[in-house]
């Protein structure tokens, strides 16, 4: 091996030297001192780079880092982050709320053109007591009508069934219909008005 | 280790904060420390460290995460302490300075007398560190890249944005040029003079 050989490889440090070629830089360095030497100096100088000094960044690195971002990219981050939620929140008021009023209306209501008649609503069911005539029609919204009494007229049930005592009676048709889901959100928006308008009454009064 | 910084990165790209800081996090000693041994400053390795990671998000969108994230980053880091030695030095640093080895194109840093004319070294270590402040920066990162930060070729001329040729020049030009230094100041025997007296 050549001086000029031996310098290539010795600087060649992304190719390590095979045995035969490790054995004859032994050889060449033990028979050349200018070589020995320069072979010496590169690994010290790539020996001190490596143990060159580390430093550590400031332990508040990182927030110090992200306290500098532009605002309106931490509105962008959050927005990223946080759109699934917003979508979820969005679609919950917007389905939601219909669907809020499907379940918690309707309620039971009874309708009856003789204001004097003691009809009775008992939680989802309306009661025409034994004792009870009703003069005109009634129309029952989503309950369960029992006529223990008499009905001097048609009874209409909106979404609503029935039944009628062994005393009970009622002079004209029984009518039945059922809401549509379309009806129901109406339905339920006009008493949700209706409690609205109560509600406001009671606190002006 | 790639492939997890690579989704991190991925993520942060998305506006990802917390994958963004866990890079953050996952770099920021061996980014402080790459700008400490290119600019020899402490203070200013930290403050450009800074600069860094905001450069970095500024730029995530175009950040390709099919590729290796760190010579991204490292090329980030190296752009940033050039500029900053360019702007405090006033020095216009050539890619590529240096014809064939010629003496007079090792380019020192400036003209500032050796601190050992002041402290003395303690040791080759400390001499070796002033040699290296001395060194071009361009010479400077290339040993750094390899040596400390042991990087391949290839990763380096991804920093660099060199071809692996041009990196393997400038790493043997600079090894030199630190070693020149280090004889001119006594610390290494001039083992060229064997080659004026005649190389084998
Ligand atoms: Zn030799």
Not at chain 1, 179 to 186: A, E, I, L, N
Not at chain 2, 99 to 105: H, T, V, Y
Request: glycine residues 6%.
């Amino acid at each position: 091996m050549d001086c000029a050989r031996y310098r290539q490889l010795i600087c060649a440090d992304d190719l390590a030297p095979d045995e035969e070629q490790r054995r004859q830089m032994d050889k060449h360095e033990a028979e050349c001192l200018s070589c020995a030497n320069y072979g010496t100096q590169i690994r010290q100088i790539e020996k001190g780079i490596c143990s060159l000094a580390v430093v550590k960044a400031p332990d508040d690195f990182v927030s110090e880092v992200l306290d500098c971002l532009p605002s309106w990219q931490m509105l962008r981050t959050v927005w990223s982050r946080w759109r699934v939620a917003g979508v979820a929140v969005a679609l919950l008021l917007f389905f939601g709320f219909p669907t809020y009023m499907l379940v918690q209306y309707p309620k039971p209501f009874v309708a009856s053109l003789d204001a004097g008649a003691r009809i009775e609503v008992l939680g989802q069911t309306v009661i025409v007591p034994e004792d009870v005539v009703v003069n005109g029609d009634i129309t029952v919204y989503h309950a369960s009508l029992q006529v223990l009494g008499r009905v001097r007229g048609n009874v209409f049930l909106v979404s609503s069934g029935y039944s009628i005592g062994q005393q009970g009676k009622v002079d004209g048709r029984i009518v039945l219909k059922e809401h549509s889901p379309w009806d129901k959100v109406v339905y339920g928006f006009r008493n949700i008005s209706q409690e609205v308008r109560a509600y406001l009454g009671g606190a002006w009064r | 280790m790639d492939v997890v910084e690579q989704a991190l990165a991925r993520r942060a790209k998305q506006n990802d904060v917390h994958a963004f800081a866990q890079l953050v996090e996952l770099y920021k000693d061996r980014i402080v420390s790459f700008l400490y041994r290119l600019t020899g400053n402490r203070e200013d390795a930290r403050d450009l460290a800074q600069d860094v990671f905001l450069r970095l998000y500024n730029n995530l969108h175009t950040y390709d995460s099919s590729l290796r994230f760190s010579p991204w980053l490292y090329r980030i880091a190296q752009n940033i302490a050039i500029d900053f030695l360019r702007r405090k030095k006033n020095i216009v640093y050539l890619d590529e300075p240096l014809g064939e080895f010629d003496d007079q194109a090792w380019q020192l840093e400036d003209d500032e007398p050796w601190p050992d004319e002041v402290v003395e070294f303690k040791d080759l270590q400390s001499a070796l560190e002033q040699a290296m402040a001395r060194l071009n920066p361009m010479y400077r990162s290339v040993l750094v890249l390899r040596f400390a930060e042991e990087m391949s070729y290839e990763d380096i001329a991804k920093v660099l944005n060199l071809p692996q040729t041009t990196v393997k020049t400038r790493l043997h030009r600079a090894r030199e040029a630190l070693r020149r230094l280090l004889i001119e100041r006594g610390y290494f025997e001039d083992s060229q003079r064997g080659e004026k007296d005649g190389l084998r």
